[in-house]
């Protein structure tokens, strides 16, 4: 993400903007939610409490699209984002042997954030590019017809 987070006490009004961005229905809450995750760099509790207010939601609904989507993150995440597909297709092409390589690289297991804070290392579903698979997404940018060795080199450009 290139956004620079916004401070933790500019939430309220943070919030209150992206909504009105978008109006105040239900209909909105993945736009709303991924606006958010955008301005902070995930989703705090806070902003989802203030999420519901403000859409006149219940939480616990909030709470669970944001944790449903692997898109979305309820932890502080690194500055980059990587995101592993482990669907089927990717799983079949090699998806394992690029987890195994990244976190070597990196020094983390799946689901950690390098001591620098630059890069999280997480799985997610489906990217919707399974004719490229194995597929990875670093921040809002998909890489695809991946081998081990072009590890390395993608972590490059953002290290
Ligand atoms: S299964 Fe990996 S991109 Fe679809």
Redesign the pocket.
Known sequence: MDVMPASLDSLESTIKEIVARHGRSEHELLAILDDVQRAFGYLPENALIEVARNLDMPLGKVYGVATFYTLFSVEPVGEHVIRV?E????HLLGADTLIDVLSQELGIPMGGTTSCGKFTLKHTS?????GV???IMIDDEVYGNLTPDDIPVILEKYR
């Open positions: 597909c669907n089927a297709p990717c489906c990217l919707g590019v399974c698979a194995p597929a």
